[in-house]
């Protein structure tokens, strides 16, 4: 599957790692974990830069995980100008930091750092997918 | 202190909105400015390092076209570009040039015409201002992310947006003493707590202003600096850095390692301590980026940078100087010259020549803390007399 069904918008078509794509579809959100060292990489890599194997198994981002930062963004790119506002941050889910919007269910006042969050996948009306934070 | 390479003249141009003329104009205005400083012509420069921030360029790799409109063919020229840190990396390179006895003399050039693009244009290439393949598909912008900087620093130490806002009238009331920078208007802490947020909990006065502008520095060898220069300025250490462009790889968000990484080479270069800076020029394109300065730079202890606000040690006759002529909020942000010009602001307050922004006291050591992208890259340079 083209990796250019990732995310609202999407500006990168070709990776190695596309099968991120078709884990979403599924469902599951996956990092890549080195199968040579043991070094986790979200987002995924398909290089491990700690040993240089390529030799790569596929992670999943599961249980709760604590809100890193974020944002409330009352400005937006262009192709996101619909979505305002929207809230940007990132969770760590057992050391693993993960990058997303919060799901626009959770109320932007009870937003605060430390809050605990899950990732769930979600699809867009125009079929691109992505995921998002929810409250945990 | 090594006197071995040094700055021998600056210039940049006045930071405005709109410049009404074409990029090789603006380049030439900061040219003329520091050539005339130095005492020297066109044919005297070895070497042009060109810098600016490609995405705002419609003219393809701009380097051939203002060294030739300089006047700098055929000597060798070529682009060096780090964002918003860019002219600060060209400062590197030509100081390793010079120091390896490869030039004599080496002009850096910094431009950026931001308006050269659309206001559409521009919104596009915001959105690929991270990481396109992992978090430009989010909706990100530069803003947010210092925003989330902002958040994450609040939360650990306790720096509020009343702190954020007393930062920006800071830099008002000095820009409105630089007839050199963009906005000119004075802003009490109200005005700014009051401006409506653009990602929480930044506001619109935690923004800088965006500005066309040019800087050029120009660099010397010790033989040529003393020859040609009553008052050469000598680097006496330079310290650079890198972080993960992923918000992911970061080890925090209330700080920035490639700053902390460049400071402390550039300190032990320079053998000398913070506390032996007495005036600085630092990265601040929104107030919370002034604020994680103050720590990474050592003015503070990690988390002590609001008593630098605070006690107003920042202030042009407190303990430590800071952006004394507006710093980029005040002054303008023209991304590649940006660099350029916060050295020529420390170049002209060693050399006594601050005009109404002089810090009292005859300052010896300036610091200049320059930052590409969201601390993706960072430069740190201290100059001394």
Request: aromatic share 8%; hydrophobic share 40%; with cysteine.
């Amino acid at each position: 599957m083209s990796f250019n069904k990732f995310g609202r918008k999407s500006f990168a078509s070709q990776t190695k790692v596309d099968a991120f794509v078709d884990y979403l579809e599924k469902g599951e959100v996956r990092g890549t974990q080195c199968k040579s060292c043991g070094k986790k990489f979200f987002p995924p890599r398909a290089d491990c830069d700690q040993c240089l194997s390529s030799d790569m198994d596929w992670m999943k981002i599961e249980g709760v995980g604590d809100l890193v930062t974020f944002t409330r963004q009352g400005f937006a790119p262009t192709g996101f100008e619909k979505d305002v506002p929207y809230t940007t941050g990132m969770a760590n889910f057992d050391g693993v930091q993960v990058f997303g919007r919060l799901a626009d269910s959770i109320n932007a006042e009870e937003v605060e750092i430390g809050m605990k969050v899950a990732v769930r996948t979600i699809q867009y009306d125009d079929g691109q997918l992505s995921y998002e934070f929810i409250k945990a | 202190m090594s006197k071995d390479v040094a700055i021998i003249g600056v210039g940049q141009s006045t930071f405005v909105r709109n410049y009404p003329g074409s990029i090789r104009e603006l380049a030439f205005e900061a040219w003329r400015e520091a050539a005339q400083d130095a005492g020297i012509t066109a044919k005297d420069i070895n070497a042009s390092v060109i810098c600016s921030a490609p995405e705002y360029d419609l003219q393809r790799s701009p380097a051939g076209v203002i060294a030739e409109y300089l006047g700098l063919t055929p000597q060798p020229t070529f682009a060096i570009e780090s964002v918003c840190s860019s002219s600060t990396s060209g400062l590197r390179v030509a100081y390793s040039m010079v120091k390896a006895g490869l030039h004599d003399i080496v002009a850096v050039v910094g431009f950026q015409k931001m308006s050269e693009i659309t206001s559409a244009d521009s919104q596009e290439r915001m959105g690929r201002g991270s990481d396109i393949q992992w978090e430009s598909p989010f909706g990100t912008m530069m803003p947010a992310y210092y925003a989330m900087h902002a958040a994450a620093h609040f939360k650990q130490y306790g720096s509020t947006e009343k702190d954020l806002a007393m930062i920006r009238a800071k830099s008002t009331t000095y820009g409105a003493i630089n007839e050199r920078a963009v906005y000119r208007k004075v802003l009490t802490v109200d005005d700014c707590l009051d401006a409506p947020v653009v990602t929480s909990p930044l506001k619109k006065f935690d923004c800088c202003a965006n500005a066309d502008g040019s800087s050029c520095v120009i660099v010397a060898s010790a033989d040529r600096a003393k020859e040609l220069c009553k008052k050469p300025v000598w680097f006496m250490g330079l310290g650079s850095g890198s972080a993960s462009v992923t918000l992911t790889g970061r080890d925090n968000c209330y700080g920035l390692t490639a700053a902390m990484k460049a400071a402390q080479d550039a300190y032990a270069m320079a053998g000398i301590k913070p506390q032996d800076v007495k005036v600085a020029e630092v990265h601040d394109c929104f107030t919370i980026a002034e604020m994680l300065a103050y720590e990474a730079l050592g003015f503070a202890e990690p988390g002590k940078g609001v008593e630098i606000v605070r006690e107003g040690q920042n202030l042009i006759d407190g303990k430590i100087p800071v952006n004394v002529d507006g710093g980029l909020l005040s002054k303008g942000h023209p991304i590649g010259a940006t660099g350029g010009s916060q050295v020529r602001t420390i170049v002209l307050q060693l050399r006594d020549e601050a005009g109404p922004m002089q810090v009292p006291g005859q300052p010896e050591i300036g610091l200049v803390h320059n930052v590409g992208g969201v601390g993706l890259y960072a430069n740190v340079t201290i100059l001394g007399r």
